[in-house]
């Protein structure tokens, strides 16, 4: 069954850093444009993150740039999302995606949550 998983989702301080991770069962990494979106409380999800298939382009959401640092370890089919200086407002649930022109898959999400 294809899956991703994400962990490493926590309590911290504001000013803190966490590493999301997400991984890959029964499918390859490879070809696939990978993603991190978030959803705070009352709000819609959006796009935190990106790394392309091919040449390992990234963008990154405005409020989160300069702080977070999406990477991709094909080999090890895992994507992490490096987070540092939190602030509340990065308080969400974290779930990664996986996408394709064929497939797309989600994780079940991770929660991170940023005390002030």
């Known amino acids: 069954q294809v899956r991703l998983v994400e962990s490493g989702g926590g309590l911290v301080q504001a000013g803190g850093s966490l590493r999301l991770s997400c991984t890959a069962s029964e499918f390859t990494f490879s070809g696939y444009v990978l993603s991190w979106y978030r959803q705070g409380p009352g709000k819609e999800r959006e796009l935190v993150a990106s790394?392309?298939?091919?040449?390992?382009?990234?963008n990154y959401l405005d409020s989160v740039k300069g702080r977070f640092t999406i990477f991709r370890d094909n080999g090890k089919n895992t994507m992490f999302l490096e987070m540092k200086t939190l602030q509340p407002e990065d308080t969400a649930v974290y779930y990664c995606?996986?996408?394709?022109?064929?497939?797309?898959?989600w994780g079940q999400g991770t929660q991170v949550t940023v005390s002030s």
């Open positions: 995606k996986a996408w394709s022109v064929d497939n797309v898959f």
């Open positions: 790394v392309g298939s091919t040449n390992g382009s990234t």
